[in-house]
């Protein structure tokens, strides 16, 4: 989205700040589905075998939760934002295992924010993810930075 | 999968093996599939609009990439090994963009490997991981720890 008109430009993510997203159910069909296609380790697939692995009980792949915070960021606040896409992720933490029929919350905080060193009218925003579960506990942890467009920028994006 | 029967227990990865799966082709279908449920970022799903993006075409969401990637290494090895899970990614890096009819490959190399500090039957092995395109191009590094049983470990895992 133009940054003239986003709704959340660089301008507009201070440092400190903390946005929260959710809650959003993840089902158990949800989650075979998910595994079937992507990562069909039996933990992810089949009760009797989950109940053997060392997270003790069926669990989404943690690559589904990655997809499911990812959606959640997008509706929460990317979609309307003038971000630009970003070059990875810093570190990624599969903490506790996601269940079926979680409800599911994100919060994202605002670490820091630098302009781009080659483009005059970007800028970076650090940000820390955290995904929580119905009981309030830490499921996946990350960070990244991304780029967003400049509201106030003379340069064209 | 048991460490005893297992094609690839802790004791079988060597420093500095490499590891190469695929290709994988990736489709125009799938990449608007995957986006439309998780990452609806207009770059990931409309030409026109990612004709103006900064990856200047239609591209594959990040975390799609990272979802075959996994797929890639279940399939090549996870399947036929006595891995016990992941806890997390140190760093994910989207080099390149990933384009449709794109013919995937990943490069698997062994970094190191260590017991685990707490349980006798398991050992921790460090890969870096990488996805290439079908001109050679790195279009995605990570790397990250797993958890594999032991072979020839005393104790029951």
Chains 1, 2 share one sequence.
Request: net charge negative; proline share 5%.
């Amino acid at each position: 989205m133009d940054a003239k008109t986003a709704r959340f430009a660089y301008e507009d993510f201070e440092v400190g700040s903390v946005m929260t997203f959710g809650p959003r159910l993840i089902t158990r069909g949800e989650i075979i589905e998910y595994a079937t296609e992507f990562d069909p380790q039996p933990m992810h697939l089949d009760d009797e075998a989950a109940n053997k692995s060392m997270l003790k009980g069926l669990s989404a792949s943690g690559w589904h939760s990655c997809a499911i915070m990812m959606r959640m960021i997008y509706d929460g606040f990317l979609h309307e934002s003038s971000s630009l896409g970003a070059p990875g992720v810093d570190e990624m933490r599969w903490m506790r295992p996601v269940r079926p029929d979680d409800q599911l919350t994100i919060r994202v905080t605002c670490l820091g924010k630098r302009d781009s060193g080659s483009r005059p009218q970007v800028g970076l925003v650090r940000f820390n993810l955290e995904m929580l579960n119905g009981k309030n506990e830490i499921v996946l942890q990350s960070s990244y930075s991304g780029f967003f467009g400049k509201r106030n920028s003379a340069a064209t994006p």
